[in-house]
Structure formats: C-alpha cells, structure tokens
C-alpha cells in the first residue's frame, strides 16, 4: 500500500482480528459503525458473525470505526446506503483471509425504499405503499415528493423492516 501503513501502527496494535471470508467496511467515520449495522440490517438476533472498532486510530481519519462481517458480501443498494453516512469508507472483501476487492463507496443520485421521510403528511409515510425515494444532494437528501430534506440525521431514516 503506497499511501498509508496500517491504520494505526503495526500489527501488534490490530484490535480487530482479520476474518477469514466476508467484508470489511474501513474508514467509517467515527461513531457510525451501530449506523452501518443497522443500514446492513445486523442486530445480532441472527447468529451473524460481526467484529466492530470504534474510534480506533487512523492515518487518513482522524479516528475510524471499522465493521467486520464475516461470510456476507454487500449489495450495490446496501453500499449505496452507506455511502450516505460513511463516505469515506473503503469496502474489502475478503476471501481465505485475503482482501481480494478493495473499492471506495460512491454517493448515488437517489436511494430508493431504504430511508423513511419524516415528514408525516408525506405521501410515502400514509397507508397506500409508496416506495420512499430520496434525491442525494451534496450535504444530505431530499424526498422526492414533498421536498423535506435530511442533513444530520440520515441514518435515523433508515427503514427498519
Ligand atoms: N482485513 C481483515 N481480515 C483480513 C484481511 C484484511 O479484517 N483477512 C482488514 C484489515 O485489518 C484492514 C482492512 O481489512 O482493516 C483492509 O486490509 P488491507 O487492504 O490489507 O489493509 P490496508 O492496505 O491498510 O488498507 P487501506 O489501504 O484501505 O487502508
Ligand atoms: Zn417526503
């Protein structure tokens, strides 16, 4: 790796054990890592395997979260959603211990069904199912039908099914 060394010193300093088949969401800003496991649908209820740092030392983040989940790779729709909450965040996948993809998570145009308006008198928050749809703006969304827009608290959005 040309730009950095490992985040935060050399390998008797990994906090977080290496896993063996899954993904690694890195460089998620600090205190976002409970906001990727609710984005990814993990509260543990289902026996998944899941490692977690916070606030660990990092050289390109001030502090970073990083989330470890073992035997799960993500869908586009999950990276797009994290995206929103991480984005600097780099995505790893992980197979027989080796990273064998690395990519960076890109900010989509419009994120579709994830994010719940908190507008009530919204007409995707009424009875009769309309899919939510929300346009990405550079500092946060905006619902495509009634125009409220989100900045700070995204993640508290989230539809939780
Ligand atoms: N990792 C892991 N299990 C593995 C392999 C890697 O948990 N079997 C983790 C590493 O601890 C690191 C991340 O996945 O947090 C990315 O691994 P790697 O690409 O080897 O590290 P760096 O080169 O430091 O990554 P970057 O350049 O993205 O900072
Ligand atoms: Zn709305």
């Known amino acids: 790796d040309d730009h950095d060394h490992h ?4 390998d008797h300093e990994l906090r977080v054990s290496k896993i063996q ?11 976002q ?10 509260d543990g209820s289902e026996g998944e395997e899941v490692s977690i ?18 035997g799960r790779e993500l869908s586009q729709d999950e990276v797009d959603v994290l995206s929103l ?7 790893n996948i992980v197979r027989e211990y080796e990273v064998i993809e690395k990519h960076r998570v890109e900010r989509p145009d419009v994120v579709e069904g994830v994010l719940s308006c908190p ?16 346009e990405v703006l550079e500092d946060g969304v905006r619902c495509a ?17």
Do not use: Q, W
Request: aromatic share 2%; with cysteine.
């Open 21 to 31: 088949d899954g993904t690694v969401i890195d460089h998620v800003h600090g205190g």
């Open 145 to 161: 039908y009634c125009e409220t827009i989100v900045r700070d608290e995204i993640a508290s959005l989230i539809e939780t099914n």
């Open 119 to 134: 507008n009530r008198g919204c007409i995707t928050t009424g009875d009769e199912p309309v899919t939510s749809r929300f």
């Open 85 to 91: 909450i991480a984005p600097d965040a780099t995505i």
């Open 33 to 42: 890592a409970l906001n990727v496991l609710a984005i990814l649908g993990i």
């Open 7 to 10: 985040d935060g010193n050399a």
């Open 53 to 70: 740092g916070m606030n660990v030392p990092s050289d390109r983040l001030a502090r970073k979260d990083i989330v470890k989940v073992e």
